[in-house]
């Protein structure tokens, strides 16, 4: 069993800046990526960001240059710094982490949390 945490979402004003964390626990032996994705209410998940253990980032075109994901691969973690927020930045974001256990490879997905921006 696998188990993905996420912290810090809340809720900011236009401008300001979240940091987003998730952590990966449980019955893992590698991760080969770990990202974030959002849904919007009305719309469809989205990528945000991803990360994958060789380093190598992806971002949504749109987020590119507020947004910056890291990670610790050893540690299974991820974050998400996110700067200059938005209220179109307003949805559910999600941990997604691409892995494998002893039962074989898995996708995974947290709960999420939510991020607010509104004056």
């Known amino acids: 069993q696998v188990q993905l945490v996420e912290s810090g979402g809340g809720l900011v004003q236009p401008g300001e800046s979240l940091r987003l964390s998730c952590a990966a626990s449980?019955?893992?032996?590698?991760?080969?990526?770990m990202g974030w994705y959002r849904q919007a209410p009305g719309k469809q998940r989205e990528l945000v960001a991803l990360l994958t253990s060789d380093g190598s980032t992806n971002y949504a075109d749109s987020l590119r240059g507020r947004f910056t994901i890291s990670g610790d691969n050893a540690k299974h973690t991820v974050d998400l710094q996110m700067n200059s927020l938005k209220p179109e930045d307003t949805a559910v974001y999600y941990c997604?982490?691409?892995?494998?256990?002893?039962?074989?490879?898995?996708?995974?997905r947290g709960q999420g949390t939510q991020v607010s921006v509104s004056s």
């Open positions: 449980g019955n893992v032996i590698v991760i080969s990526a």
């Open positions: 997604n982490a691409e892995l494998s256990t002893w039962a074989g490879n898995y996708v995974y």
